[in-house]
Every structure is written in structure tokens, then in C-alpha cells.
């Protein structure tokens, strides 16, 4: 039986997964509208990955028999000034993602639930690389600078992400 403190914590990691996801979906659908079809499909792929992630939460709450307990999703922001922006705000995500599961195994350490520090360690791990990939996009977009055949190049191998 999972404990209070942590189960409400996961609740927490959870919810914030699902609003990581329908960020993504929003800027997935801000660069379809710029024809950058290759960031659309990038920030799709990593919407899905969110969601993979929530799940993988949500289960784990339902194995241990507590209880999911899903709050609203608001409207996320969908509006950017370039693909820089939608990137820099992605990775803000992403930081926001690693603290919280950083608190998260952190509480799992004090309150000596094993099993959850386990199942956090995928995550722990998990942010590291999520962390380097919007961090190397934003590192290219830096580096194209105005130019916009580079940004069109890097649209192009974007739009390859996760496909063999």
C-alpha cells in the first residue's frame, strides 16, 4: 500500500506530465501553423513521450493501490514570436519536470519507500536526456542565428525524429 505523502506527491507528478503533454501538443500545433512541419513533428513525438510518462506514473499509483486523482488541464500557451521561443519555453518545462521528480525521489528517500525511489529512478534519468535534447535544438537555433535555409535544414532532420 503506497503511503499518503507520497501518493499525493505522484498525483502531483502526474497532473504536471499531463500538462507537459498539452503544452507540447500546443507547440506542436504553433509550428504546423508556421509551416515548420519537422518542429510540429518533433514537439508531437515529445507530446506523446509526456504522456508516456504520466501513464507510466499513473499505473504505478494504481499497482501500489492508492488512488489517481486528476485535476484540470488548463489552456496552455499556444502563441510564440519564433521556434527559439517555443524551445526556450520547452526547456523551462523540462527543468520544472526535473525538479519535481528530484523533490519527488527525494521524498520517496525519506519516507523509505523503496519501491517508488526504483520506479523514480527511470525518471531521474530519463530528465537528464530529456533536458540534453531541448538544450541541443536551442543550441542549433542559436547557432542559425537569422538564417533562415538553417532553419529550414534543421526543420527538415527534425521532422526524421523517431522515424527508422
Not at 505523502?5 to 501538443?25: G, P, R, V, W
Not at 508556421?34 to 514537439?43: D, K, P, R, V
Not at 525519506?110 to 525511489?117: G, H, I, L, N
Not at 535544438?137 to 538564417?147: H, N, T, Y
Amino acid at each position: 500500500m503506497i503511503n499518503a505523502k507520497i501518493e499525493k506527491a505522484l498525483n502531483k507528478q502526474i497532473n504536471h506530465e499531463f500538462i507537459t503533454s498539452y503544452s507540447y501538443l500546443a507547440m506542436s500545433g504553433w509550428c504546423a501553423q508556421q509551416n515548420l512541419n519537422g518542429f510540429a513533428h518533433w514537439m508531437l513525438v515529445q507530446h506523446q513521450e509526456e504522456l508516456g510518462h504520466a501513464l507510466k506514473l499513473f499505473e504505478f499509483v494504481n499497482d501500489r493501490g492508492g488512488k489517481v486523482e486528476l485535476e484540470t488541464v488548463g489552456k496552455p500557451k499556444a502563441d510564440y514570436p519564433s521556434p527559439k521561443d517555443v524551445f526556450a519555453a520547452a526547456y523551462k518545462l523540462e527543468q520544472a519536470t526535473t525538479a519535481l521528480i528530484n523533490n519527488l525521489y527525494a521524498l520517496a528517500v525519506e519516507e523509505k519507500d523503496y519501491a517508488t525511489q526504483s520506479h523514480l529512478k527511470w525518471f531521474v534519468d530519463e530528465q537528464v536526456e530529456e533536458e540534453k535534447s531541448v538544450s541541443a535544438v536551442l543550441a542549433m537555433l542559436d547557432m542559425a542565428g537569422e538564417s533562415k535555409g538553417t532553419l529550414l535544414m534543421l526543420d527538415h532532420q527534425f521532422g526524421k525524429r523517431g522515424k527508422s
